[in-house]
């Protein structure tokens, strides 16, 4: 009787972390993976399949070298192979065999290294200043004097197919930029009102900004603008 009613606790416990998957996405595992036995996760085992026209549900899109960072900022686990799924709010990883799990302990930063470019992208579940019950993912794009965040959401979009009985599937994707300085956090709207604060502050950052024209969707202006700023005595 214990043993059934476990295996029924087991299927519960297993279901309630069942999410959605491309059915698209190949799996893959990196040869030279170095996995922590000790993290703790559990299966991920999808009940819906969607397939994607458009947009991924994570970042990076497909698994790489990641270092994660717990919230007790003791410990870390290094070389796990793994990516962010944005629409669910979940780390997944590979376990030492090359199945998918997704973690279940608390994350407060993950480090994923591109092995093509040999760059690494930061991402927090928090930044400066600033509270969110949602506890998004916000990308790290410049530290300094002032420090530039991108926070990041996705969500599914539906839309059945004209005279067909078959829905499409799109991933949207959407960006707010952050600005953390003297102790407070601030929303920009457009790469205009980054542009103009940053003049109030420093007015030989003026000089400099004009020397070009700044685009919204361009996520390197963003960067560029920051960088420029701390760049000034």
């Known amino acids: 009787m214990k043993r059934y009613l476990s ?14 998957i491309n059915v698209d996405d ?12 000790n993290i703790m996760g559990v299966p991920y085992q999808p009940v819906k399949y969607y397939r994607f026209t458009e947009g991924s549900m994570y970042v990076p899109e497909n698994f790489s070298p990641s270092v994660l960072f717990f919230r007790d900022g003791k410990n870390k686990y290094a070389k796990i192979t793994a990516r962010l799924n944005i629409v669910e709010n979940q ?10 799990m997704i973690a279940d302990i608390p994350v ?9 470019t040999n760059t690494t992208k930061i991402y927090v579940h928090n930044i400066p200043y600033h509270q969110n019950n949602k506890e ?16 990041i959401d996705k969500y599914i979009s539906e839309t059945k197919v004209y005279g067909q009985a078959t829905m499409e599937y799109k991933v949207i994707t959407s960006y707010v930029y952050w600005l953390v300085m003297e102790n407070s956090a ?21 000089a400099l900004s004009v020397s070009q024209k700044w685009s919204d969707k361009k996520n390197e202006d963003w960067v560029k603008l920051v960088e420029i700023f701390n760049g000034l005595n």
């Not at 295996?7 to 959605?20: D, E, P, R, V």
């Not at 780390?91 to 998918?100: F, P, Q, S």
């Not at 300094?144 to 926070?151: D, I, M, N, T």
């Open 186 to 206: 601030k929303k920009m709207r457009n790469i205009n009102e980054l542009t103009a604060l940053l003049n109030t502050m420093n007015p030989a950052f003026k």
């Open 7 to 20: 295996c029924i606790l087991l299927f519960c416990f297993c279901n309630i972390h069942a999410q959605s």
């Open 26 to 37: 190949p799996r893959t595992v990196s040869s030279t993976q170095v996995f922590v036995n």
């Open 136 to 151: 998004p993912w916000y990308e790290v794009l410049e530290k300094g004097k002032v420090s530039l965040y991108r926070e």
């Open 91 to 100: 780390i997944h990883y590979l376990n030492e065999k090359g199945k998918e």
């Open 108 to 116: 407060e930063e993950i480090y994923f290294t591109d092995t093509l």
